[in-house]
């Protein structure tokens, strides 16, 4: 009878034990979500609020004068003559009508700082587009420098010392007095989006670096997706099982654990030093990504395939189908949404890599926006790479908003390939 309850309560407290442990499991689990949760949004919070200001830039109303000798320009206007005007000569002219109490040669320099160089720009559209406004004064808002454009959005401790701070007292007089006549305007930063890389912040842009990314991810598509979609169905559907297709599958493991970099180092030496491709090109950047994500398209694709069920393929062997007809007509159809979401994943993974595009030169200082695969080019993620390393306080808010478009890109792909596995899912 003892032995019986001792048998009894040895296992009741073992059953006590068990339970205290999957609680205590559960409760790490929930812990590591919730540390997970916690860092992704600190980090998501941290880059909002220090890229949310560049999609805003603050502007200055001036009275312009397209004066014909302080422009440089002669009796016949040609369009050459209209784009090598003295802009800037106009604006610094605007700028001491406006403070005609500046008269220090020191004063002047910090007084031209209010505008941005890219209102020269600006002017030299305007005229371009309506040579008319020759000896006209036109009242027109010019994008402010970075250091204005910083101390408005609040970025400059204006406590510190004038010594220590590069907008000095008398900038600011020169803001608060435009503020108060209502010559200062805040508004969408379309630069941002239209315009390719500058060295100066306020006239930065990521629009070459999306055109470059769009082109390099066109390129890596096209090679990638149709290259190992057709090696995944002859793995799984065709090949002997020997120890070469063995030996294959190890080979296409291993390549997907590669780091990427060691691609980058191929394409350098392949594509570039023996093929003689052109540097900096979405071509080349194309063909390194093409690379990297074959491994990943052909596992999902070949994980595709292995989930439909065998009963599709005899039936279709019953009704006197080839094996060619079973993969293409009935396999490969069912197949398709699982091959598509781990495509889109692949892209994903390629849309966000620096480390090759790094190794093939695409860390050019690139202007122009590229039209072609063969034209020079940057990639976001590059784009990222190469802000987040220079000094001005007005790269740091580009940097952190291009990180949140890069973000966006990777929520929407990632959207996209759960959205398509949701809705085409077969369930047997």
Do not use: C
């Not at 559960?26 to 600190?42: E, N």
């Not at 808002?141 to 101390?151: A, I, Q, R």
């Not at 990639?379 to 001005?392: G, S, Y």
């Amino acid at each position: 009878m003892n032995d019986t309850r001792n048998t009894t309560q040895i296992v009741q407290d073992s059953i006590k034990r068990r339970y205290a442990k999957e609680k205590r499991f559960r409760l790490y689990g929930l812990i590591a979500i919730v540390a997970s949760l916690t860092f992704l949004a600190m980090l998501i919070i941290t880059i909002s609020i220090r890229g949310i200001p560049a999609f805003t830039q603050n502007f200055i109303q001036l009275d312009i004068t397209f004066d014909q000798k302080t422009l440089g320009l002669g009796d016949q206007l040609e369009i050459d003559d209209l784009r090598k005007a003295n802009y800037s000569g106009t604006i610094k002219n605007a700028l001491l009508q406006t403070f005609p109490d500046v008269k220090k040669r020191k004063d002047k320099k910090a007084l031209y700082k209010l505008v941005s160089k890219g209102g020269q720009y600006d002017l030299q559209r305007r005229l371009i587009d309506d040579p008319t406004l020759i000896g006209e004064t036109l009242s027109v808002w010019l994008p402010v420098g970075d250091d204005v454009n910083t101390y408005l959005k609040g970025a400059v401790d204006t406590s510190l010392p004038e010594k220590k701070r590069r907008f000095k007292d008398n900038q600011i007089g020169w803001i608060q007095s435009l503020q108060q006549n209502d010559q200062i305007s805040k508004r969408f930063n379309r630069t941002f989006f239209e315009s390719g890389d500058s060295r100066e912040p306020e006239m930065a842009g990521i629009r070459g670096a999306l055109f470059g990314s769009m082109l390099t991810l066109f390129v890596t598509l096209a090679l990638s997706f149709p290259i190992a979609v057709a090696a995944a169905v002859y793995l799984e559907e065709f090949a002997p099982k020997n120890r070469w297709t063995d030996l294959i599958e190890v080979n296409i493991n291993n390549l997907a654990a590669v780091p990427s970099i060691v691609f980058g180092l191929l394409g350098l030496a392949v594509f570039i030093n023996f093929f003689h491709l052109p540097r900096s090109a979405p071509l080349v950047g194309g063909l390194v990504l093409s690379l990297m994500t074959l491994p990943t398209i052909i596992i999902s694709s070949r994980a595709a395939l292995k989930s439909v069920p065998p009963s599709i393929r005899d039936a279709a062997l019953g009704l006197g189908a080839s094996n060619l007809q079973v993969v293409f007509h009935h396999v490969l159809p069912l197949a398709m949404p699982g091959i598509l979401t781990g495509t889109i994943i692949g892209m994903a993974q390629a849309l966000g890599e620096t480390a090759p595009l790094l190794m093939i030169g695409m860390v050019a200082f690139i202007v122009d926006v590229p039209t072609a695969v063969t034209d020079p080019a940057t990639v976001l993620p590059v784009q990222i790479f190469q802000w987040a390393d220079l000094p001005e306080k007005g790269f740091v808010e580009k940097t952190s908003a291009a990180i949140m478009v890069l973000l966006g890109f990777l929520i929407v792909m990632n959207a996209l390939a759960v959205y398509l596995r949701k809705k085409f899912e077969r369930k047997w």
